[in-house]
């Protein structure tokens, strides 16, 4: 069975930095493209950032310059570094898996999930 776990949430100050990790098991997802959402308090869960299968990025205006993606698909295994982290980051950030190389957007478009890590910045 397909399974994506997350870790490396935890609490830091504003301005800090968290690196998450994203293991999957079940099934290589080398095929698919990976992304990041998150839930704030109150709204939606949305789109952070997303990988290709075969390599491009795609950030949310909100952390660009600030969050960075990458895979390490020998490991099946995917990253989001986060620097300059400011109270409006916090929330659960879930990992997600798409069926295809583009990168899902929207939540719609996950085929799989994780359980969710919470990240909370102080300020």
């Known amino acids: 069975q397909e399974q994506l776990v997350e870790s490396g949430g935890g609490l830091v100050q504003a301005g800090g930095s968290l690196r998450l990790s994203c293991a999957a098991s079940?099934?290589?997802?080398?095929?698919?493209?990976l992304a990041w959402f998150r839930q704030r308090s109150g709204r939606e869960r949305e789109f952070v950032s997303g990988i290709s299968s075969n390599g491009p990025t795609r950030y949310d205006d909100s952390v660009k310059d600030r969050f960075a993606i990458s895979r390490e698909n020998a490991k099946n295994t995917l990253y989001l570094q986060m620097n300059a982290l400011k109270p409006e980051d916090t929330g659960v950030y879930y990992c997600?898996?798409?069926?295809?190389?583009?990168?899902?957007?929207?939540?719609?478009?996950?085929?799989?999930w994780g359980q969710g890590t919470q990240v909370t910045v102080s300020s």
């Open positions: 079940g099934r290589s997802f080398s095929p698919y493209a």
């Open positions: 997600a898996a798409r069926e295809s190389w583009l990168i899902p957007v929207h939540q719609s478009f996950v085929d799989y």
